[in-house]
């Protein structure tokens, strides 16, 4: 397993790992084979072009682009159970960690992994937990003919994504308490990111050394440092087709929370009285 750190904006990370290889089927979990196989059965359903399976295809996806990036990233991370089901000698050995240098410190890489390890395993947790228990009380839904017990697919998904991403965070939060943190700042990466930052950062420029572009997107306001563009050109650069979809989700988000951030300081700002203006 090898874990991606790709920062999206100057403050916000996606982390993402490379998935199980699935050529080991025989020692996927009973889970992780229905989830594959329901995974397949979606797929047919997305060739529909009429009916129901259309639309709820269609409301599916949206659902799902709705689902937070850092639930994504977790979700990308098998549990230390299944990890050590096809590597017997995973916990001993270091777990390499790409990043580019250029936009992250080396010594700031632990701590990052630690938050997200972290930050959000309560939240995973309590929903997990209300998703579970809610859902059979809507199966009675199932008994309508044709139609499926949407409400009830809908809180198992939800239930089992966070239990996915809970154990994702537990093994990350493992990796980093053990030290097999093995960070390699990959020279593709930094020369992706140098442009970006020369564009997205006033201080810096294409001629601005490599050791301190990192300090000035530290010091930046939050802004988004990566293009719709580069999401491609990031799974080409760490060969891991997946990961585009992952990163093009978590920038269109980031951009969207960054983008309602200052509307509502512009609608504060406008909301302001003459005398408050004066204070500030």
Partial sequence: MRLFLIPISTKRVLIYARPLRRDLSSELSYLDRITTKAAETWAKWEEADKGWKMHLV?????????????????????????????NKDHGTNKIDVLFPGNAMRLERISPV???????????????????????????????????????????????????????????????????????????????????????????????????????????????????MSDAKKLAKILEAPDLALEAERAIIQVSEQLEAARNAKKTETADESPEDKKKS
């Fill in 113 to 227: 992994l630690r938050k997200i390890a972290t930050e959000r395993q309560e939240l995973h947790k309590k929903r997990m937990m209300w998703s579970f228990i809610a859902a059979p009380f809507t199966a009675p839904l199932g008994l309508i003919p044709v139609v499926p017990n949407i409400p009830f697919f809908y809180l198992a998904y939800r239930g089992w994504s966070h239990w996915r991403a809970l154990n994702g965070s537990k093994h990350l939060e493992f990796i980093v308490e053990k030290n097999l943190l093995n960070p390699i700042s990959l020279p593709e990466l930094e020369d992706l990111y140098a442009k970006r930052a020369s564009g997205a950062l006033e201080k810096t420029t294409k001629d601005t050394p490599y050791s301190e572009i990192a300090e000035d997107i530290e010091q930046s306001d939050d802004q988004v440092l990566l293009k």
């Fill in 58 to 86: 269609r409301w599916g996806n949206r659902v799902q682009q709705r689902i937070p990036y850092e639930e994504w990233g977790l979700k990308s991370i098998p549990s230390l159970e299944a990890q050590k089901r096809i």
